[in-house]
Each structure stands twice: as C-alpha cells, then as structure tokens.
Nanobody, 121 residues
Framework: QVQLVESGGGLVQTGGSLRLSCAAS????????MGWYRQAPGKQRELVAR???????NYADSVKGRFTISRDNAKNTVYLQMNSLKPEDTAVYYC???????????????WGQGTQVTVSS
C-alpha cells in the first residue's frame, strides 16, 4: 500500500508565502512524475505544477513566476513553494504521484488527502 501525506497548508495574507510538502510512503518501487493540483469551491480540479523524475517542470500559467515545484527523490517527497499569494490561489491543494509499487507491476496514480490554502485579501 502506498500513501501520500501532505502538509504545509494554512491561512496567509495576500502577498505572503507558504510551502507545501508531500511525502510518499509504503511499498514503493519507483516514482515517475509528481505534481500538485488544486480545486476551488465550485470549480474543477486543475493542474498547478508537475515535475518529472528527471526534474523537468511545467506550471499553470496563473502561477508561473510565483510558485516553484521541487522534489527530493531520496525522501520520495515533492514540494511546492508558493510566493506572492493571491486570493484566487485559495483552494484545496492535492498532491499526485505516479508510482510503481514494489510488490506489483504497472504504474498507478496516487492522491493525497488535500490541504487547504486560504489567502485573505
């Protein structure tokens, strides 16, 4: 069994910063891409940022230049540094990872439980 556990959400004022972390644990063979998605009330879940196992990144246009995704492969952890936060960044942020479990073949999508980020104006 594989789990993704997020941390680092909270309440921050406009212009502030937060750092999200997501650690994968369990029977992990290898991890391919890792990423962050978000879902605001009444909206669909959207990609925020994604990073491959080789370190290639892509970002939603709305967060380019403000957010930075990184990963520590030794710790099976992905981070999202969020700077210059805006009220429109308010959402539940979900961690995602494509993982091959050690005990079985094939690649599977895993999701964290979500962490709330609220930016006050």
């Amino acid at each position: 069994q594989v789990q993704l556990v997020e941390s680092g959400g909270g309440l921050v004022q406009t212009g502030g910063s937060l750092r999200l972390s997501c650690a994968a644990s369990g029977s992990i063979g290898s991890i391919n891409a890792m990423g962050w998605y978000r879902q605001a009330p009444g909206k669909q879940r959207e990609l925020v940022a994604r990073i491959t196992s080789g370190g290639n990144t892509n970002y939603a246009d709305s967060v380019k230049g403000r957010f930075t995704i990184s990963r520590d492969n030794a710790k099976n952890t992905v981070y999202l540094q969020m700077n210059s936060l805006k009220p429109e960044d308010t959402a539940v942020y979900y961690c995602n990872a494509v993982i091959r479990e050690a005990a079985r073949g094939g690649w599977f999508d895993y999701w964290g439980q979500g962490t709330q980020v609220t930016v006050s104006s």
